[in-house]
C-alpha cells in the first residue's frame, strides 16, 4: 500500500530534550515536505526536499533541522525544542511536477507537546 | 503571503452548492485544492495550472483565473462526506519548490 508513515504519532516532551519524528514514503517520491498545523494559523512548510541531499527552508525554519540521506526518508529535528512548537506536524511527498511538487500525499500527523 | 480563502466558514444542507474562493496577491503558477477531515491528514482534490489545464476529483469542479490571481472550488449537490477544511496550495512560481496554502475554509453538510 502506497502510504507516508510517521513516528511518533502522539509525544510530550520537556523543553530542550532534542527529539526525531520520523517519516518514511514507500512511493519513490523525489519531493518531500514538513508541514506544521496550528489553530488559525493553518498549514505551514517548515523544510522540503527535492531529492536526496537537497532540502531548503520553508515559511517557518527556525528551531528546526532536516535530513535526505535516503529518497524514502525525510526525518524532522528539533535539537532544543521549546514550547512554542507544541504543534501538530505533517509529513508530506510527491512526485516533482515539472517545477513544482504535484499532488501531496499526507502522512498521518505527529502531535507534539513541548511543557 | 498567504493566499486568503473565503468565506472562513460555511454550513450547507445536504444537497445545496458552494462555492469556495482563493485569492492570491502574488502571480500564480498553478493551484492545488485540498480536503482535510477533522482529526485527519489532507487529502488532494485537485490541481488547475496556468492555461486552463484542469484535473482532479469527479464530483467537484475548481476554475482558475489567472490575470485575477484566483481560483474557486465549486462542490454541487453537497453531500455529508464534503464536511471538512478546504485549502488552496501553491508554489507559487515555476522551479521553486517551497509551498505555501491558504487560510482555510470549513464547511460542515448538514443532513
Known amino acids: 500500500e502506497a502510504q507516508v508513515t510517521q513516528n511518533p504519532r502522539y509525544l510530550i516532551t520537556v523543553t530542550g530534550k532534542k527529539l526525531t519524528v520520523t517519516c518514511s514514503q514507500n512511493m519513490n517520491h523525489e519531493y518531500m515536505s514538513w508541514y506544521r498545523q496550528d489553530p488559525g494559523l493553518g498549514l505551514r512548510q517548515i523544510y522540503y526536499s527535492m531529492n536526496v541531499e537537497v532540502t531548503d527552508k520553508g515559511d517557518v525554519p527556525e528551531g528546526y533541522k532536516v535530513s535526505r540521506k535516503e529518497k524514502r526518508n525525510f526525518p524532522l529535528i528539533l535539537e532544543s525544542p521549546s514550547p512554542n512548537q507544541t504543534s501538530l506536524y505533517f509529513c508530506?511527498?510527491?512526485?516533482?511536477?515539472?517545477?513544482?511538487?504535484?499532488?501531496?500525499?499526507f502522512g498521518p500527523g505527529t502531535r507534539l507537546t513541548v511543557t | 503571503q498567504q493566499p486568503v480563502q473565503s468565506p472562513q466558514a460555511v454550513i450547507l444542507r445536504e444537497g445545496e452548492d458552494a462555492v469556495i474562493n482563493c485569492s492570491s496577491s502574488k502571480a500564480l503558477y498553478s493551484v492545488h485544492w485540498y480536503r482535510q477531515k477533522h482529526g485527519e491528514a489532507p487529502v488532494f482534490l485537485m490541481i488547475?495550472?496556468?492555461?486552463?489545464e484542469q484535473k482532479g476529483h469527479e464530483k467537484i469542479s475548481a476554475s482558475f483565473n489567472e490575470k485575477k490571481q484566483q481560483s474557486s472550488l465549486y462542490l454541487t449537490a453537497s453531500q455529508l462526506s464534503y464536511s471538512g477544511t478546504y485549502f488552496c496550495g501553491t508554489a507559487y512560481r515555476w522551479g521553486t519548490y517551497k509551498y505555501i496554502f491558504g487560510t482555510g475554509t470549513r464547511l460542515k453538510v448538514l443532513a
Open positions: 488547475l495550472l496556468k492555461g486552463g
Open positions: 508530506a511527498s510527491s512526485l516533482e511536477g515539472q517545477g513544482e511538487p504535484y499532488e501531496q500525499y
